[in-house]
């Protein structure tokens, strides 16, 4: 079981930014931004490339949506980042699809995540 399924699961504690039935957003354990909060599938996919289907891609719209909720409470009305990391070379180190949102610094470098 990888590192977010044991989170969505409640074995590893988190600091929780949202839930509901599919989607879970947690703040990040080491975050690279002022706001730094970390939106997963409840469902177990591993990539973008690998896992999104024809069956399951509904899942990227919650999650948007659930960004957007998250986004529009904390006032980022300034804009934000989202970032995905598709595979182990592109800087992946969960392998379970997941979204960075990422705010709250001027001139945020495209080399964070």
Known sequence: MCVFCKIISGEIPSKKAYEDDSVLAIYDI???APVHIVFMPKQHILTSADGINEE??????KIFVAIAKVAKELGLKDGYRIINNCGAAAGQTV????FH??????GMSEHMI
């Open 95 to 98: 392998a379970h699809i997941h």
């Open 30 to 32: 080491n975050p690279q």
């Open 101 to 106: 949102l990422l705010a709250g610094k001027d």
């Open 56 to 61: 399951n891609c509904e899942i990227i719209g």
